[in-house]
């Protein structure tokens, strides 16, 4: 909670310390200065009225809401009452605090409909009071006249409060709302990185299991040197897999990252034949974008491996004015010495791609190749605006 909210919620408490303040000092120096005050005659008289007033002032310090419409008013007009009394026998005028804190605190605990004719009864009753020819002792009727004039004082109070509480019952819903945003932002984070783990390790896997497989064939048909090279290549898939799992769990800290040269060496690392075309000038996009671009770049080219294994498999990287366009197709696969790898992987990395580029603005297609050179083949195409 910020001071500005905790401002609000001091002067909105209920029995805050000015209001308290307030109470005892009425009190206090109603007692010191109303007299007489006596145990028998007049001065009983103004002592009981006096703690009667004092229970009745007591009643501002009872929580909003604690007392009902009717009991409160009955409160009211008998503290109104009694304040009337007492000014009549008071000799010093003191006993008129009562009277303006009892207006006041009727603008400020009831409604203006309510409030302004108690006050004005209120006027009407200590001014009568005053004027009877025992009533006063010299105190003007004008000031019992007058005591009403504080329930516009208690009405602006109440105003006042009810904006404060409006504003803090704003700031707590822009609190839950900052809180609930921000706990979407931490889901949709961690759906990121379950995606780029997802997707660094299927890529990886899955081209180390193909090139497992080709060693398997390789030391089936004899040719030593060449399973050793599809082995290394293998061990060479492990070590960039870890290292890319190792920045992805590192919260995924690609400050710069080079996007054609990613996709270079991604391509090269599964096939010897690959071709990377860029088209467009060149430009650096945004390490958000390219991150995306790279990871829609492992899916393709693991479904490549897991599909069409020894297929040719072509990348193109379009930069236009407002989005860019990558492509990854690849050929048919061989009729002959190629084996699928359909049954490896979760299934979920178009879905994740779809989810990822969703987040960007951006779309993908993927779908069979069914004319021209690539017949046979699969084709994805990504389109992210900027």
Known sequence: MNRAQAAIRWFTADNNPIQVLGTVVGITVAALVVRPIGLSGTGLAVLCLLVLV??????????????APGPQLAVLCVWSAGA????????????????YFVTGHA??????RRSLPFAAATSALCAGVLLLPWGGHGTSWMVG????????????????????????AAAE??????????RAEALAERARIARDVHDVLAHSLAGVNMQLEVTDALLESGDIERARQAAQRAQSLVRSGLTEVQRTVGD??????????????????VSDAGTLTVDGPPRELPVRLAQVIVRCAQEALTNAHKYAPGAQVRMRLEHRPDETVFEVVNSAPPTEGSRPLAGAGSGMGLVGMRERLDLVGGTVTAGPIVDGDDAGGWQVRVVIPG
């Open 54 to 67: 004092s229970l009745m002032m007591c009643t501002r310090l009872i929580p909003e809401g604690r007392l």
């Open 84 to 99: 009337a009394a007492l000014m009549g026998l008071d000799r010093s005028g003191a006993a008129a605090l009562f009277a």
């Open 107 to 112: 603008g400020y605990r009831l409604d203006s």
């Open 145 to 168: 006249a007058f005591s009403g004039i504080t329930v516009l004082v208690g009405l602006s109070n109440r105003a006042h409060t009810e904006a404060l509480r409006s504003a803090r």
């Open 173 to 182: 819903q822009a609190e839950l709302a900052s809180r609930a945003e921000a």
């Open 252 to 269: 995924l800290r690609e400050d710069a990252l080079p996007l054609v040269e990613t996709l270079r060496s991604m391509l090269g690392s």
